[in-house]
């Protein structure tokens, strides 16, 4: 698996719209995205069609294509970021370029439905894609420094190994409608099942993922370690029918990480133990849950395709992510 080259100081980041289009932003929100990543030391720049709009609230298949592949090919382009997430990011998988994506490898990194785009490119280019902030992500106040953290760590550490250290308060709330009155909580990763893996991470959106499933774009994820997530109109029955697909498919897998619900979906403790409690084999496999990803803040940053540790003991988890 290549692993595009990290990102630094002075890098060029070029935010593209392959969901839905720049233009649901608010004009402040833009700014404040823009401005934080400037204090990281990067220079940003948007993609020619990002804030067209259509009914879909999103773009062209042609413009979102055309913005891909420039952000790839331009060589004062170092990492792209997305947007936002959406709906429709699968609509690009099968006219996407990949040769000339393989040709010039960058950082890619989104979450949510760019879960397919970012799976389809790992799957097809042999590439290392990231689960991670939007673009609008950065707009956020309260809970940015830690999200920023992991960020800089998975993005800019050299290939560094470094442990994902779980954040100290999380919140799910519409923090990008009122900065000011925020609500969190404090933060305690579950453990369901412990133990120690080390493998090739692969996840995302779990119901964006199994999407993919029975094309050329699913990625390998037999023996992987897996991470999912999702958001609140997934309710608890949902996700069980979704994990269970995703587990089907992959047959056998070595650890399995489940990212923070948001508090309509109704998933709670009892709910999610009773769905894991269906699958003997995670009974033998490290199996954590409410890490930080996913719909809920801070969004924390993983490779799609890396390599990483796994480890459960006595209460404590270790995540290290070790390429």
Same mark, same amino acid.
């Given at each position: 698996?290549?692993?595009?080259?990290?990102?630094? $100081?002075? /890098?060029?980041?070029?935010?593209?719209? @392959?969901?839905? #289009?720049?233009s649901?932003?608010?004009?402040?929100?833009?700014? %404040?995205?823009?401005k934080?990543?400037?204090?990281?030391?990067?220079?940003?720049?948007?993609?020619?069609?990002?804030?067209?709009?259509?009914?879909?609230?999103?773009?062209?298949?042609?413009?979102?294509?055309?913005?891909?592949?420039?952000?790839?090919?331009?060589?004062?382009?170092?990492?792209?970021?997305?947007?936002?997430?959406?709906?429709?990011?699968?609509?690009?998988?099968?006219?996407?370029?990949?040769?000339?994506?393989?040709?010039?490898?960058k950082?890619l990194?989104?979450?949510?439905?760019?879960?397919?785009?970012?799976?389809?490119?790992?799957? $097809?280019? /042999?590439?290392?894609?990231?689960s991670? @902030?939007?673009? #609008?992500?950065?707009q956020?106040?309260?809970?940015?420094?830690? %999200?920023?953290?992991?960020?800089?760590?998975?993005?800019?550490?050299?290939?560094?190994?470094?442990?994902?250290?779980?954040?100290?308060?999380?919140?799910?709330?519409?923090?990008?409608?009122?900065?000011?009155?925020?609500?969190?909580?404090?933060?305690?990763?579950?453990?369901?099942?412990?133990?120690?893996?080390e493998?090739?991470?692969?996840?995302?959106?779990?119901?964006?993922?199994?999407?993919?499933?029975?094309?050329?774009?699913?990625?390998?994820i037999?023996?992987?370690?897996?991470?999912?997530?999702?958001?609140?109109?997934?309710?608890?029955?949902?996700?069980?029918?979704?994990?269970?697909?995703?587990?089907?498919?992959?047959?056998?897998?070595?650890g399995?990480?489940?990212?923070?619900? %948001?508090?309509?979906?109704?998933?709670?403790?009892?709910?999610?133990?009773?769905?894991?409690?269906?699958?003997?084999?995670?009974?033998?496999?490290?199996?954590?849950?409410?890490?930080?990803?996913?719909?809920?803040?801070?969004?924390?940053?993983?490779?799609?395709?890396?390599?990483?540790?796994?480890?459960?003991?006595?209460?404590?988890?270790?995540?290290?992510?070790?390429?």
């Amino acid at each position: 698996m290549h692993t595009p080259s990290p990102l630094k $100081k002075g /890098d060029h980041i070029r935010v593209i719209a @392959p969901s839905r #289009s720049a233009s649901i932003l608010s004009e402040d929100g833009i700014s %404040q995205s823009k401005k934080r990543l400037e204090t990281l030391g990067f220079t940003v720049s948007f993609g020619k069609h990002a804030f067209e709009c259509d009914l879909h609230s999103s773009l062209s298949i042609e413009h979102r294509l055309s913005d891909l592949h420039e952000a790839f090919t331009d060589d004062e382009v170092d990492g792209i970021l997305t947007a936002i997430g959406g709906f429709n990011c699968n609509e690009l998988l099968p006219y996407i370029d990949y040769d000339l994506i393989r040709q010039h490898p960058k950082v890619l990194c989104g979450y949510s439905d760019i879960t397919a785009l970012a799976s389809a490119i790992t799957a $097809k280019c /042999d590439m290392v894609t990231y689960s991670g @902030p939007h673009f #609008s992500s950065f707009q956020m106040e309260q809970g940015q420094e830690e %999200q920023s953290a992991m960020f800089q760590a998975c993005l800019m550490s050299g290939g560094e190994p470094f442990d994902v250290i779980p954040s100290t308060k999380w919140s799910d709330d519409a923090w990008y409608l009122d900065q000011a009155n925020r609500q969190f909580h404090p933060t305690k990763w579950g453990i369901y099942q412990e133990g120690t893996a080390e493998g090739t991470l692969f996840g995302g959106n779990l119901c964006t993922l199994n999407l993919l499933q029975g094309t050329s774009f699913m990625p390998q994820i037999k023996d992987a370690i897996l991470f999912v997530e999702d958001d609140e109109l997934v309710f608890p029955e949902m996700f069980a029918r979704d994990l269970t697909s995703l587990m089907q498919h992959a047959e056998s897998i070595k650890g399995l990480i489940i990212g923070r619900f %948001q508090k309509k979906s109704e998933m709670t403790e009892e709910h999610l133990r009773f769905i894991l409690d269906k699958h003997p084999m995670l009974k033998h496999i490290p199996v954590i849950y409410d890490v930080d990803i996913g719909h809920t803040q801070p969004v924390f940053t993983l490779p799609i395709g890396g390599n990483v540790k796994l480890a459960c003991k006595d209460g404590a988890v270790q995540l290290r992510i070790l390429s």
